[in-house]
């Protein structure tokens, strides 16, 4: 039905360049300064199919496959963890067990620069003869996934991301499991999607309910695993994919408290409910202080990529020399080595001695920056924990004090949205993470001041970098498609003419013709989708202009054999949806027919229309004006929208 009707409207778009220019279409045109606004429908006009959100049948049906990935999440986050500590205890005091245990307690500290290269050794073989996708700290792995992988994670990820990130963390690393168990989550999801039949975006949200719950579950915090996956992960703020992540987050949650406990993982801040109006605004300052820490983490960490990129040997092994550069930070600072929950909890509770936040801040960032830049396994947000922690710390020996670790926390959530410019999971993650409400309207300011700076100063974050050393790119501004906001009936253009369907195409022709030669007085070429009438008004079909324009004079075929099904729009549909048909119709011209009367023509509506609502929407982004003046005399001028109304012609 389409294929007649494509081929003619591709065939009408390249008369552009090829027929007289035609005259300026019924319809808003841009003007000199200002699009011109869409005409309104005069009166209330109800419009039932359309609403908030659209909301499939089946969004039931993914949430409710969202509960057996969040519980398999969980318990593989659990799983991680307990490895990384049989590892860490193996590895520095030479003992089985999963209690809790740090690099810094070994009693042999040649240890602490040996292990660290052994880890990067295995590292780098399950790279090269496993999978090349274990290197690095997931999320960008993960976001990859999703822009250009269809959402489909390889099986064998799901098991050497989490068994690569426990041997880097547990011989030394100074990295975080959430990177990886977000990666591992995300493949859990992944793979279950794949055993079914469902869409790209069903997978997609599946994949990234496993990410949110392998997170909310490594952290006990659901509510910042949802914030994550919606700043970074899902593109979009939908129904169909919200629903999922959530069901998946709080399953995790849930099933986390059995296997690791509910209380909060960090705690002890203590910060009290009336905080003086100075420290507020020293929040800022420590906002600012965290943006530049993140720009110089995150330059560290691709500067260190670049080095390595150029050395001449094989980078599998890079990451043994990355653990070598932890060995000996390890050397200078000891507790810099591992995940350093209880130097972090140190810092949260102001028991942190001067040595120990200054060889944090500087040996921690220095060993996790280079040794990230290597490839090896590990993650992002417990590293920034502790040194946003250490500079909060630091700055309390100099900022008035309001509680024992009030300035670690607050610059901990500054540092977060300073790195990962999502302000909003850095905010609620640090209120997850120790249950201080009272401490949220500081971090916020923190958070926002860190933001700030960040995206003004650094085009992309330590996260979308590597994406785009790949050649991709990711944009994190949502917005409303202007599409989405305007309706047919405010920007179609009026069926000037239409043609009869007794009427032969020679005679079309010739008319055409002749006003081609005569420069279009009657305006027939400005049109390019003709809808051809029965005797009653009734609508038979649809003609193009270049399948007229090129017909034989000499053709007696009546219109009416030669007219095609039309493609068509009702009047209160969303410019958006009519983008969605145009392009699965490979048509550039729709015909627009009353809702209640499907045989009668309203109007034309074309490709540009659709981009006069991007022109409006430009102008009101980029166009400065004033409004209102204080003047005593005249009054405010608004703009015509009018829509011109075209002469009709019927042939």
């Known amino acids: 039905m389409s294929s007649s009707l494509s081929a003619g409207s591709r065939a009408s778009a390249s008369d552009h360049a090829t027929d007289h220019p035609p005259a300026p279409a019924a319809g808003p045109v841009a003007a000199a300064a200002e699009p011109a606004r869409p005409a309104r429908h005069p009166g209330a006009v109800k419009i039932p199919h359309l609403g908030d959100f659209h909301v499939p049948p089946r969004v039931v049906l993914i949430s409710l496959l969202a509960v057996p990935i969040g519980a398999v999440a969980a318990v593989v986050a659990a799983g991680?963890?307990?490895?990384?500590?049989?590892?860490?205890?193996?590895?520095?005091?030479?003992?089985?067990?999963?209690?809790?245990?740090?690099?810094?307690?070994?009693?042999?500290?040649?240890?602490?620069?040996?292990?660290?290269?052994?880890?990067?050794?295995?590292?780098?073989?399950?790279?090269?003869?496993?999978?090349e996708k274990i290197r690095g700290h997931g999320m960008p792995e993960a976001i990859e996934s999703i822009l250009v992988g269809g959402s489909r994670v390889q099986p064998r990820v799901a098991v050497l991301k989490p068994t690569s990130a426990a041997i880097s963390i547990g011989t030394g690393g100074p990295f975080g499991a959430e990177g990886p168990i977000i990666m591992t989550g995300g493949a859990v999801g992944s793979l279950i999607a794949q055993f079914l039949r469902v869409t790209t975006d069903e997978r997609k949200a599946l994949l990234v309910a496993g990410s949110a719950a392998g997170m909310a579950a490594t952290f006990n915090a659901p509510l910042a695993s949802i914030l994550l996956a919606v700043e970074l992960l899902l593109f979009e703020w939908r129904p169909r994919s919200y629903l999922p992540v959530a069901v998946a987050a709080v399953t995790a949650t849930l099933v986390r408290g059995p296997l690791l406990g509910t209380d909060p993982l960090f705690g002890g801040a203590h910060v009290p409910a009336h905080i003086a109006f100075s420290a507020y605004g020293l929040c800022v300052v420590a906002g600012a202080a965290a943006g530049l820490l993140a720009l110089g983490a995150t330059a560290l960490v691709y500067f260190s990529e670049d080095l390595f990129s150029r050395l001449r040997i094989?980078?599998?092994?890079?990451?043994?020399?990355?653990?070598?550069?932890?060995?000996?930070?390890?050397?200078?600072?000891?507790?810099?080595?591992?995940?350093?929950?209880?130097?972090?909890?140190?810092?949260?509770?102001?028991?942190?001695?001067?040595?120990?936040?200054?060889?944090?801040?500087?040996?921690?960032?220095?060993?996790?920056?280079?040794?990230?830049?290597?490839?090896?396994?590990?993650?992002?947000?417990?590293?920034?924990?502790?040194?946003?922690?250490?500079?909060?710390?630091?700055?309390?020996?100099?900022?008035?004090?309001?509680?024992?670790?009030?300035?670690?926390?607050?610059?901990?959530?500054g540092v977060l949205g300073g790195v990962m410019r999502s302000p909003l999971t850095g905010i609620v993650f640090c209120l997850e993470l120790t249950h201080e409400i009272n401490a949220m309207i500081p971090m916020v300011i923190t958070a926002s001041a860190a933001y700030l700076l960040s995206v003004i100063l650094l085009k992309r974050s330590v996260?979308?970098?590597?994406l785009a050393r790949r050649g991709l790119h990711l944009t994190r501004e949502y917005s409303v498609d202007p599409l989405e906001v305007h309706l047919v009936r405010q920007l179609e253009t009026p069926a000037a003419v239409t043609f009869r369907d007794d009427r032969t195409a020679g005679e079309i022709t010739a008319l055409l013709r002749a006003a081609h030669d005569d420069g279009d007085p009657e305006r027939l070429l400005a049109q390019r989708l003709y809808p051809v009438l029965d005797a009653d008004g009734g609508l038979v079909g649809v003609v193009t202009r270049g399948t007229l324009v090129h017909a034989d004079p000499a053709d007696r075929t009546p219109l009416g054999e030669l007219a095609a099904v039309p493609v068509t729009a009702h009047p209160d549909e969303t410019l958006r949806a009519l983008a969605n048909r145009m392009a699965h119709h490979e048509v550039t011209r729709l015909l627009v027919v009353a809702?209640?009367?499907?045989?009668?023509?309203?109007?034309?509506?074309?490709?540009?229309?659709?981009?006069?609502?991007?022109?409006?929407?430009?102008?009101?982004?980029?166009?400065?004006?004033?409004?209102?003046?204080?003047?005593?005399?005249?009054?405010?001028?608004?703009?015509?929208?009018?829509?011109?109304?075209?002469?009709?012609?019927?042939?």
């Open 80 to 131: 991680l963890l307990k490895l990384i500590a049989l590892i860490t205890n193996l590895s520095f005091l030479g003992r089985f067990g999963f209690g809790t245990a740090a690099p810094g307690d070994t009693a042999h500290r040649w240890l602490l620069l040996v292990m660290p290269v052994l880890g990067g050794l295995v590292i780098g073989v399950m790279a090269r003869y496993g999978s």
């Open 314 to 413: 094989h980078w599998m092994w890079w990451p043994a020399i990355g653990g070598a550069i932890i060995g000996v930070g390890g050397l200078v600072e000891p507790r810099a080595l591992g995940v350093g929950y209880d130097v972090i909890d140190a810092l949260l509770t102001g028991h942190a001695t001067v040595g120990l936040i200054i060889g944090i801040l500087v040996v921690k960032t220095l060993i996790w920056g280079l040794s990230l830049g290597s490839g090896t396994s590990g993650g992002v947000l417990a590293p920034m924990f502790m040194v946003g922690g250490a500079l909060g710390a630091a700055e309390a020996l100099v900022f008035p004090q309001v509680s024992p670790g009030f300035w670690a926390l607050v610059s901990l959530a």
């Open 595 to 651: 809702r209640e009367e499907e045989a009668r023509v309203e109007g034309i509506i074309s490709l540009r229309d659709l981009l006069t609502a991007r022109r409006i929407d430009h102008h009101e982004e980029h166009h400065a004006e004033r409004v209102l003046t204080l003047r005593s005399r005249g009054a405010i001028r608004m703009p015509d929208t009018t829509i011109a109304k075209a002469k009709k012609i019927s042939v």
């Open 463 to 466: 996260l979308t970098e590597k």
